[in-house]
C-alpha cells in the first residue's frame, strides 16, 4: 500500500485530494492546525476512512513535522497543500503570512530531505508569483478586461515578481522548492494555480471568491466588489485539479523538477461582473453588491496558459 502525507489535508484542496487518494486505496496521513473555518466538516469526512491517520500540527513548529516523518514515513509522496492563502491577510500581518508559506514550506522541504529522500513532493503555488504583469498589455473588451494580445496566457517562462507579502511568501517557497530538486535532486513539482473552486470550499471575503460570492448571495449577506469588477481570472473546477495531482503522480520521474501553471485556462474565464449576473438570472442573489477601492497588488487579467500541464 502506498503511504502519502497531505499537509492541509482539512482545507478544501487538502481534503479533496485526502478522499481521492484514500479512494485509491492508499494509506494517507494527514496533517493541519484547523485553524480555517469549515474545516471540521472536511476532517469528519476523511475519519471515516480506516486508512487515514491525522495529526492536528501546525506547519511552523519544526521538531513536531519532524516527528510525523520519523514516525509515519518514508512517504512515497508528499503533497503540501498547508498555507495563508489571502493576499489581505498578508499585507495585515506579513509576518504570520512569511513564518507559513516561506518558513513552513522549508520545514516540509526539509523534513522530507531528512526523513523521505525519495518521496515525490508536489506543491501548491499561486499566480500571484507573476505580480501585477503591468507590461502585459491589458485593454477593455466587452465589459471585463482582457489582455490585449496575449491570446494563450501566461506560461511559465514569464517572469517573477512578488508583489504582495503573499506574493512574496509564496515566491519564496516556489523557488525553495524548485532548488531542492537542483540542489538534493528531490523529485519536486510546483503548481502555479489559479482560481479553483468546487464543493466543500468555504470561501470567504478573502479568499475563494467564486464559492464567497456564491455563499453570501444565498444566505443574503452583503457583496463588495472591490475595482470596478472587469477584472477575470481562469476558473478550474476541483475535481479537474485533483486529476492533475494524480496524473503527476503517475509520471513523477519525467515530471520531476518542473512547474506547472494550472487553472482553467483561456476557455474558462470569469470575471466578477460575470459571476455576479450568472447569480442573478439563477435567482440566488438577491442583493447588489457595493463597490469599494482595488485591493493591492489584484491582478486586472490573470488567464493561465495550460500548455504545458496539458
Same mark, same amino acid.
Given at each position: 500500500?502506498?503511504?502519502?502525507?497531505?499537509?492541509?489535508?482539512?482545507?478544501?484542496?487538502?481534503?479533496?485530494?485526502?478522499?481521492?487518494?484514500?479512494?485509491?486505496?492508499?494509506?494517507?496521513?494527514?496533517?493541519?492546525?484547523?485553524?480555517?473555518? +469549515?474545516?471540521?466538516?472536511?476532517?469528519?469526512?476523511?475519519?471515516?476512512?480506516?486508512?487515514?491517520?491525522?495529526?492536528?500540527?501546525?506547519?511552523?513548529?519544526?521538531?513536531?513535522?519532524?516527528?510525523?516523518?520519523?514516525?509515519?514515513?518514508?512517504?512515497?509522496?508528499?503533497?503540501?497543500?498547508?498555507?495563508?492563502?489571502?493576499?489581505?491577510?498578508?499585507?495585515?500581518?506579513?509576518?504570520?503570512?512569511?513564518?507559513?508559506?516561506?518558513?513552513?514550506?522549508?520545514?516540509?522541504?526539509?523534513?522530507?530531505?531528512?526523513?523521505?529522500?525519495?518521496?515525490?513532493?508536489?506543491?501548491?503555488?499561486?499566480?500571484?508569483?507573476?505580480?501585477?504583469?503591468?507590461?502585459?498589455?491589458?485593454?477593455?473588451?466587452?465589459?471585463?478586461?482582457?489582455?490585449?494580445?496575449?491570446?494563450?496566457?501566461?506560461?511559465?517562462?514569464?517572469?517573477?515578481?512578488?508583489?504582495?507579502?503573499?506574493?512574496?511568501?509564496?515566491?519564496?517557497?516556489?523557488?525553495?522548492?524548485?532548488?531542492?530538486?537542483?540542489?538534493?535532486?528531490?523529485?519536486?513539482?510546483?503548481?502555479?494555480?489559479?482560481?479553483?473552486?468546487?464543493?466543500?470550499?468555504?470561501?470567504?471575503?478573502?479568499?475563494?471568491?467564486?464559492?464567497?460570492?456564491?455563499?453570501?448571495?444565498?444566505?443574503?449577506?452583503?457583496?463588495?466588489?472591490?475595482?470596478?469588477?472587469?477584472?477575470?481570472?481562469?476558473?478550474?473546477?476541483?475535481?479537474?485539479?485533483?486529476?492533475?495531482?494524480?496524473?503527476?503522480?503517475?509520471?513523477?520521474?519525467?515530471?520531476?523538477?518542473?512547474?506547472?501553471?494550472?487553472?482553467? +485556462?483561456?476557455?474558462?474565464?470569469?470575471?466578477?461582473?460575470?459571476?455576479?449576473?450568472?447569480?442573478?438570472?439563477?435567482?440566488?442573489?438577491?442583493?447588489?453588491?457595493?463597490?469599494?477601492?482595488?485591493?493591492?497588488?489584484?491582478?486586472?487579467?490573470?488567464?493561465?496558459?495550460?500548455?504545458?500541464?496539458?
Amino acid at each position: 500500500m502506498k503511504n502519502i502525507l497531505i499537509t492541509g489535508c482539512a482545507g478544501f484542496i487538502g481534503s479533496h485530494l485526502a478522499l481521492h487518494f484514500l479512494e485509491k486505496d492508499f494509506m494517507v496521513t494527514g496533517i493541519d492546525n484547523l485553524s480555517r473555518n +469549515g474545516c471540521m466538516i472536511n476532517l469528519e469526512l476523511l475519519k471515516k476512512n480506516k486508512n487515514f491517520i491525522f495529526f492536528e500540527k501546525d506547519i511552523r513548529d519544526f521538531e513536531n513535522i519532524l516527528k510525523v516523518f520519523k514516525d509515519k514515513g518514508p512517504f512515497d509522496m508528499i503533497i503540501h497543500e498547508a498555507g495563508q492563502v489571502a493576499v489581505t491577510t498578508s499585507v495585515i500581518n506579513p509576518r504570520e503570512d512569511f513564518e507559513i508559506n516561506a518558513l513552513g514550506t522549508f520545514n516540509i522541504l526539509e523534513a522530507t530531505r531528512l526523513f523521505s529522500p525519495d518521496a515525490f513532493l508536489q506543491v501548491a503555488s499561486t499566480n500571484k508569483v507573476y505580480g501585477k504583469m503591468e507590461d502585459m498589455g491589458v485593454i477593455e473588451r466587452n465589459g471585463r478586461y482582457e489582455y490585449e494580445n496575449n491570446k494563450n496566457g501566461v506560461g511559465e517562462n514569464y517572469g517573477l515578481d512578488f508583489y504582495s507579502p503573499y506574493g512574496c511568501s509564496k515566491g519564496t517557497a516556489d523557488q525553495y522548492v524548485r532548488d531542492y530538486n537542483r540542489i538534493y535532486g528531490i523529485k519536486t513539482v510546483v503548481l502555479r494555480q489559479s482560481c479553483i473552486y468546487g464543493t466543500r470550499q468555504f470561501g470567504v471575503e478573502d479568499q475563494g471568491w467564486v464559492a464567497w460570492f456564491t455563499i453570501a448571495s444565498v444566505l443574503g449577506k452583503p457583496i463588495t466588489i472591490y475595482g470596478d469588477g472587469k477584472q477575470i481570472r481562469d476558473i478550474l473546477w476541483i475535481d479537474d485539479l485533483v486529476e492533475v495531482y494524480q496524473k503527476l503522480y503517475e509520471n513523477a520521474d519525467d515530471v520531476a523538477g518542473s512547474v506547472f501553471n494550472v487553472g482553467g +485556462g483561456c476557455e474558462n474565464t470569469l470575471s466578477l461582473l460575470e459571476l455576479v449576473e450568472y447569480l442573478k438570472e439563477y435567482g440566488i442573489m438577491k442583493n447588489e453588491p457595493t463597490k469599494a477601492d482595488w485591493r493591492p497588488g489584484d491582478q486586472k487579467v490573470y488567464v493561465s496558459d495550460i500548455s504545458k500541464i496539458s
